[in-house]
């Protein structure tokens, strides 16, 4: 089983941030929301909010839209494309994406591949269930849903899943369509 990091790793950009504008554009009322998230990034930038209270204003908006899993399914069909190449040209069934973006804006990318998704666990309400998926936690995420499963790489774009490469037998560094070894397990191998 191979695992990949979804944003800026096998999709070009953040997809909950190219979400969220996508959705500002349809519900211009949602400019409403910008000072929270002004506010947000002010006091996440001054070490007082935690990284779970700070994406949870980020994401926050997301109880003003309507219908989100109908926003969701058309941004799909317009940013599939952004999947890299590269990993189309290697994906298999068995591959797991294990990412911090909620899982109502990329499990649905991950159904169109085919492949699993692991993601934090928000819904559309804006309620987070547990932690963010993010760091040690992804670890912890697989776990639970693969206790016995041996997962031979995992790809991302981000010093904060070195728990992820440590816990593959390989971790690989994802840099645009650069793709470099970062991390060997010989304990597993």
């Not at 499990?107 to 998704?117: D, I, T």
């Not at 816990?167 to 970062?182: C, S």
Request: charge should be positive; aromatic fraction near 14%.
């Amino acid at each position: 089983m191979n695992g990949y990091d979804f944003d800026d790793t096998i999709y070009r950009g953040n997809s909950m941030r190219r979400f969220s504008f996508f959705c500002m554009l349809r519900l211009p009322y949602l400019a409403l929301y910008l000072p929270v998230i002004l506010i947000a990034l002010l006091l996440r930038a001054v070490r007082v909010l935690s990284k779970n209270a700070y994406l949870l204003l980020l994401e926050g908006y997301i109880v003003f839209v309507p219908h989100p899993e109908r926003l969701v399914s058309k941004f799909w069909d317009k940013n599939m494309s952004r999947i890299k190449s590269w990993y189309l040209d290697q994906r298999r069934q068995d591959d797991v994406v294990v990412s911090a973006t909620p899982f109502f804006v990329v499990g649905e990318a991950c159904r169109r591949l085919g492949v699993e998704c692991i993601a934090t666990d928000m819904d559309t309400r804006g309620k987070l269930k547990g932690k963010h998926c993010h760091g040690k936690y992804k670890v912890a995420a697989f776990q639970k849903i693969h206790p016995d499963a041996t997962l031979l790489t995992y790809y991302s774009d981000s010093s904060s899943d070195m728990p992820m490469w440590r816990f593959a037998e390989r971790g690989y560094f994802v840099k645009g369509d650069k793709i470099t070894l970062v991390n060997t397990n010989d304990a597993k191998n």
